[in-house]
């Protein structure tokens, strides 16, 4: 079984930067799609962006393309998320997602439904 671990959370400024990490064991990390979401209190999980470990294709949500970049590393089993011009607003528990696909549908990358396994959260605080 996949298991993932989330890490390169924080605490940063405004304007400020931050990568998280996430780290596959379990399994190789080929062949699937590996999404990012996130969490603030009292909103509903939200997802940022995704990536297609397979084909390397990139998915971004309208409120953070632009200022966020998604990686992958295969030989590593990770995959990033580099974060940039950070708002307040971003604060928010990160998690990342993945499910076997050789080629997701973009339809559903932003849905929380459409994925497996689950890392444990990393926290990101952007202060003003």
């Known amino acids: 079984e996949l298991q993932l671990v989330e890490s390169g959370g924080g605490l940063v400024q405004a304007g400020g930067s931050l990568r998280l990490s996430c780290t596959a064991s379990g399994r190789t990390f080929d062949d699937y799609a590996v999404g990012w979401f996130r969490q603030a209190p009292g909103k509903e999980r939200e997802g940022v962006s995704c990536i297609s470990t397979s084909d390397g294709k990139t998915y971004y949500s309208e409120s953070v393309k632009g200022r966020f970049t998604v990686s992958s590393n295969n030989a590593k089993n990770a995959v990033y998320l580099q974060m940039g011009s950070l708002k307040p607003e971003d604060t928010a528990i990160y998690f990342c997602?993945?499910?076997?696909?050789?080629?997701?549908?973009?339809?559903?990358?932003?849905?929380?439904?459409?994925?497996?396994?689950w890392g444990q959260g990393a926290q990101v605080t952007v202060s003003s």
């Open positions: 997602a993945a499910v076997w696909s050789d080629s997701p549908n973009p339809e559903y990358v932003f849905s929380a439904e459409s994925y497996e396994y």
